[in-house]
């Protein structure tokens, strides 16, 4: 479940206070939540906070959380989704047990269902195209019309629903629709279609079926077959509830989960709609639905995310009623707590330039000890190779430095992490003057990084060994949109949601194809995230070869959340 225990004190919101209330009452045996993606897209960050609310509740209550794909719209779905999300929820640390399901797997209950709604004239087939349903639903205040079709017998619907079934008709020619009330308030209410005529073979039940229900009416059913005593879902679906519990009275289930809404998460600087994140990976904007760039858990996962810092982090946003937007920079901060206390140290050089130390023995290669993780004594130490050729961060050097540049210049003296304090004495340049190697001399009485005399030095830098270090590409990943509410920006460019591609951050990739690692880099495992020490942290990417290792920016060091909770 992650490398640091997640926050034990879980806080009391509504949800769990209902369900406290509702089990000092005896009114559950045992709570039952469900988790259910439809699988035509990868999960976000969003899905997150219902993963771990569904999952959350089940484990704190002794109950049990079931996963059910609702894959109702062939046309749009995929067992590449359904494997996807499967991973992704095992990832975070979550497991279904053997309460896997699917809504195809009711698909004959639920057009039994159907049947008995047509039958108790609760339902009936109409021969309105999609187009005119929308004409004659009316408005929030204006009531919307009776289909030509609505007083249709139940024998006369019986018998052209069969026949739709048996693949008579075209699609789109005929639905079945809820006989409600086209004057109601709530426009779900206005005879809702229940089923709909769709010619796509289906991901696992191929072309057995040509009708398939509509969410409103399988998603209250399934919760219903499996005993689901909480349907927690967001707050967009608050106005179908009145659909959700009319379904199952109609047909007098024996079991009437209870449908509450809670606020989704809505992020900073990021999209949660499957729909627009389709649309950049279809377009080449990103490079898949696992780009590290992408607030998918796959593409969380691969830029470095421990599962426990999403699960911190859904905690800490909570469960309310109300909509709010939540600082992208709260993720980042709980990333950074979990990886401060994990992540193993290493030295890395993005922007390397040489630096030599002329007075150091030919050949002389010095093993120095390295902690492995300061926040964690158990980490224990690692060997690091010293010589008199290594590699500095290029911006740590600067020839004519402003009043307060600490860091390397001509005649400076600055530590070396673990090693000693050098002096800057020569700078080298090519023809077209630009700095290639830095010449030094370097204190032996100073190993270890502290000089005997008591003089101070003002930066520590860091450093790889030029002859043992590991050469490596680097990507440094930044958000992916740079405007808070990125379709905002868009619908005020006069845009529609289709162009999101337009508003990508043009700096949210930069790759170097030059840096250095220390040679303890060369031994860490895809998926693995460190820290290099003051550059942030990073992850070993599945891109890496034998020859060449790939590494993800996960986070910088830089804590913006921190500060502005102060």
């Not at 008995?116 to 004409?135: D, F, H, I, K, N």
């Not at 007083?151 to 739709?164: G, I, N, Q, T, V």
């Not at 308030?185 to 229940?194: A, F, G, K, N, W």
Request: aromatic share 8%; net charge negative.
């Amino acid at each position: 479940m992650g490398s640091s225990e997640d926050k034990a004190d879980k806080p009391r919101d509504f949800v769990r206070k209902l369900i406290d209330k509702e089990l000092a009452e005896g009114r559950h045996d045992e709570i039952v939540t469900r988790f259910p993606p439809e699988p035509n897209g990868y999960l976000h960050i969003g899905h997150a906070k219902s993963i771990c609310l569904n999952f959350g509740l089940a484990g704190e209550f002794g109950g049990r959380c079931h996963l059910r794909f609702d894959d109702t719209n062939p046309s749009a779905e995929d067992t590449e989704y359904v494997d996807s999300i499967k991973a992704d929820i095992a990832w975070l640390g979550f497991d279904w047990g053997q309460h896997l399901y699917f809504a195809s797997d009711y698909y004959q209950r639920l057009y039994d269902c159907a049947e008995e709604l047509v039958r108790r004239g609760r339902a009936y087939v109409c021969e309105l195209s999609a187009e005119q349903v929308r004409e004659q639903r009316g408005t929030l205040t204006r009531p919307g019309s009776d289909s030509p079709w609505r007083e249709r017998s139940a024998e006369e619907s019986l018998d052209l629903f069969r026949r739709m079934r048996a693949g008579e008709f075209e699609a789109g020619s005929h639905t079945l629709r809820a006989r409600i009330d086209m004057a109601s308030p709530r426009i779900v209410m206005r005879d809702p279609v229940l089923y709909r005529i769709q010619r796509a073979s289906h991901h696992r039940t191929g072309d057995d079926w040509c009708v398939y229900p509509m969410y409103d009416l399988a998603h209250c059913l399934s919760d219903s077959f499996e005993g689901i005593t909480h349907s927690l879902c967001t707050l967009e679906f608050a106005d179908n509830k009145a659909l959700y519990d009319w379904v199952l009275d109609a047909l007098d289930s024996e079991c009437h989960p209870q449908q509450i809404e809670f606020a989704r998460l809505n992020l900073t600087h990021t999209v949660m709609s499957k729909r627009v994140l389709r649309g950049l990976v279809e377009e080449g904007k990103v490079s898949g639905w696992d780009d590290p760039r992408m607030p998918t858990l796959s593409g969380m996962r691969r830029r470095g995310y421990p599962p426990a810092a999403i699960r911190n982090f859904c905690l800490g946003v909570g469960v309310t009623r109300s909509d709010n937007t939540v600082q992208y920079e709260q993720l980042e901060h709980e990333l950074r707590q979990e990886l401060n206390s994990s992540a193993t140290r290493l030295m890395g050089v993005l922007d390397p330039l040489k630096l030599t130390i002329t007075n150091w023995p030919e050949g002389k290669v010095e093993q120095l000890t390295a902690i492995n993780n300061p926040e964690d004594e158990s980490a224990g130490t690692r060997e690091l190779p010293f010589s008199g050729s290594l590699y500095v961060e290029r911006e740590d050097f600067m020839e004519d430095p402003p009043r307060k540049f600490f860091r390397l210049s001509p005649g400076r003296e600055v530590r070396l992490r673990y090693a000693y304090f050098v002096t800057c004495n020569e700078v080298v340049k090519n023809d077209e003057g630009e700095v290639i190697e830095l010449l030094c001399s370097y204190d032996p009485a100073t190993r270890g990084g502290d000089s005997p005399d008591g003089r101070k030095v003002k930066a520590t830098l860091h450093w790889v060994s030029a002859e043992q270090s590991v050469p490596a590409r680097v990507r440094l990943y930044d958000r992916l949109f740079t405007a808070e509410n990125p379709l905002a920006q868009v619908a005020a460019s006069g845009k529609d949601g289709n162009k999101i591609g337009d508003a990508i951050n043009p700096d949210s990739l930069l790759e170097l194809s030059q840096s250095r690692l220390e040679p303890a880099a060369a031994d860490l495992k895809a998926g693995v995230t460190c820290q290099f020490e003051r550059k942030g942290y990073f992850c070993l990417d599945p891109d890496s070869t034998a020859d060449l290792p790939v590494f993800n920016r996960t986070v910088t060091l830089r804590d913006a959340w921190a500060r502005l909770r102060k």
